[in-house]
């Protein structure tokens, strides 16, 4: 059996964990606070993922980058791949939170879409 | 002059959730005072997700929690200003404000609440010998220009201090192309949430040195090098651990103080830990009927905390310009061993309507240890915690109940023990 150690990332309490497990199944687990560090600490060790914040460029708006975030977590290893897929998008004001900006990016079944409500320029 | 029951310097998180509760609460008329542009604070450059997880039960990005209460401020018909800054306010509650469209605003405040958040320490706070060279940022600073206005500030970038802005600007940098070279902290532990060092350093290979510092900075007209020194227990620089590493900015993440230039001109009394307001169990300051509330009181690692500390502060003003009275609060709470403060700094028992919720934090690191809040001397109290960190800020409930149970309570103590 494999001992990790590792910190839960999925609130700021930040739970250190301490998880055995044997084959990427967790046989003991300890020091999560809430039902969520189970999970964590699962995907964790067998597959990793993360929200993605970033921004891209709003045409014509109060403010010049709009603030975006992928709908759901992504796989850690396609982080770098999708700020690329943003690189070079811009879209024009308005824009409103929720907006979708990308549908399904890079076939990993979240959306890329917009965090914050922005007005034209007046 | 022009009369406002409610007037909220600042229309951050604090401002905003206050001036929804005030109106909850029946508030006639109600006036936001916002320098900024927008609505929302420094919630607006937090492009990053952990907000609202107390409250909406959902993992939201900054712009996304501040859009909830400007949308209730907007539904409620609460009345703000923006472009517009507060420059002074009398004890006797007298707001002076300026903006472009009607130069000098003076309104006369039934209950005045400060909302008006933090600054970062600048670079001058800090002294590091050496050049003079541009390249170097507050973290906070380098935030606005790449997540608010887009421009991209360097390539080599090595980030001075751990708090939470330097290691959420560390993985920001990195995915914009920048290599991100280290951050450097002078304290053995960081001042930033763990989850922080993990999706934010850990993920990207960014290594963090602890119990290190910046002993000179060198540039002609650019930064071109930073030495980077480890210390000893007494933080002093080790001779010959000195290290030249070249870099092309420099971000400063070390700490934030609460802005309370303006409170000072009103009389509060401002305590010499927090830098923010000695404020009582109703968030009043030695200034009567003027509140304080969010990060302008003491610095959050949560702005959930923030939101429910201003609705409740915001209630009590409503009730000051109601004129309704309350107790003196002659009881201190004082902060015991391992503990550098608590809000509220003083209480009185018969004031508190459902739980005496106070909020403190701890001077160092502690594994295994209880967090007590005696009374009298008793424990009241005591909770196991596995670890406590100076960078997460505590909380301890007493219900009323357990309060009214204590006929005579002289002195309450908060204290980490064993
Ligand atoms: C980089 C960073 C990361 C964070 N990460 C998280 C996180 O992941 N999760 C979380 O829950 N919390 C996080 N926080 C904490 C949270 O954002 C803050 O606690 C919260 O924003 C504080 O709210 P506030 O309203 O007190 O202050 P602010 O948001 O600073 O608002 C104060 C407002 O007052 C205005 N103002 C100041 N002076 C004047 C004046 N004289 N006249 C008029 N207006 C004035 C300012 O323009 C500003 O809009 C983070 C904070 C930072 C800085």
Known sequence: ?122 | MKNVDIVIVGGGPAGLAAAVSAKRHGADSILILERDASLGGILNQCIHSGFGLHRFKEELTGPEYAQRYISLVEELEIPYLLGTTVIDITHDRKVTAVNSEDGVIEIQAGAVIMAAGCRERPAGAINIYGDRCTGIYTAGTAQKFVNIDGYMLGKKIIILGSGDIGLIMARRMTLEGAEVKAVIEIMPFSSGLNRNIVQCLNDFGIPLYLSHTVTSIKGDKRLESVTVAEVDQSLKPIKGSEREVECDTLLLSVGLLPENEMSKRADVVLSGVTGGAVVNERFETSTPGIFACGNVLHVHDLVDYVSEESERAAKYAVDFVRGRTYAESDIQITPGSGVRYTVPFKINPHNIEDNLVIRFRVSTRYSDKRIRVLINGEPVMSRLEPALVPAEMQTAVISREKLNAIPDIRDIVVEVGD
């Not at chain 1, 891209?56 to 980058?65: A, D, F, R, T």
């Not at chain 1, 907006?99 to 076939?107: A, M, P, T």
């Open chain 1, 1 to 122: 059996m494999e001992k990790h150690e590792m910190i839960c990332i999925c609130c700021p309490r930040g739970c250190r964990l301490n998880v055995a497990a044997e084959g990427g199944e967790i046989k003991e687990i300890s020091g999560n606070r809430c039902r969520r560090g189970e999970t964590y600490a699962k995907e964790e060790l067998t597959h990793p993922m993360r929200v993605v914040t970033t921004t891209v460029q709003l045409n014509g708006g109060k403010i010049p980058m709009l603030p975006v975030k992928t709908s759901k977590a992504i796989p850690k290893a396609l982080i770098f791949d999708c700020i690329d897929c943003l690189r070079d998008v811009s879209v024009d004001a308005p824009a409103a939170i929720g907006d979708v900006i990308i549908k399904d990016v890079l076939g990993t079944g979240a959306d890329i879409i917009a965090t914050r409500t922005i007005g034209k320029r007046d």
